[in-house]
């Protein structure tokens, strides 16, 4: 497997960004005001996933007081980390169009309202692909010694 390429997490999240700005200008009347309960759910996650890095990377460099980790766990580990990179991008660039958009209309309650909230929607979604990305690294096999001697 392959590390995830900041390059395409930044594609998408423009991408995404564009497409929400775009289609908010005929939508957003129609449109029920954003929840606040997205920021600390995908804090949460990236908090999780943070500390799953931490203790994986422990694990693997068999720290004292550690279990050996499952290869398979690990493994695990890498997908849930690619997936949340992605999605994080996405979700980041959703929230970002939706706040690019509502910046024009901050003098009114209801978009200042969802300008804060997508706002800071915005900031966990990149705190979460930063995690996943930890986490990911945090998952490769050091090298061994011998291989390096060779």
């Not at 690990?74 to 849930?80: E, F, K, P, Q, S």
Request: glycine share 8%; hydrophobic share 45%; net charge positive.
């Amino acid at each position: 497997m392959k590390p995830t390429r900041p390059g395409v997490l930044v594609g998408l999240f423009i991408v995404f960004a564009i497409i929400t700005w775009a289609l908010l200008k005929p939508l957003y009347s129609d449109l029920p005001t954003v929840p606040w309960t997205s920021i600390p759910t995908v804090l949460l996650l990236a908090i999780g996933e943070f500390y799953s890095g931490w203790m994986t990377k422990a694990r693997i460099e068999r720290k004292p007081d550690t279990k050996p980790v499952e290869p398979l766990a690990v493994a695990r580990l890498v997908g849930l980390a690619k997936a949340s990179a992605y999605g994080g991008a996405i979700f980041a660039g959703i929230f970002a169009g939706f706040t690019l958009y509502t910046a024009d209309l901050l003098d009114q309650g209801v978009p200042r309202r969802d300008f804060l909230i997508t706002g800071g929607s915005f900031v966990v979604c990149v705190l979460l692909v930063c995690a996943a990305l930890y986490l990911e690294h945090c998952c490769k096999v050091p090298k061994d010694s011998n291989e390096e001697d060779r």
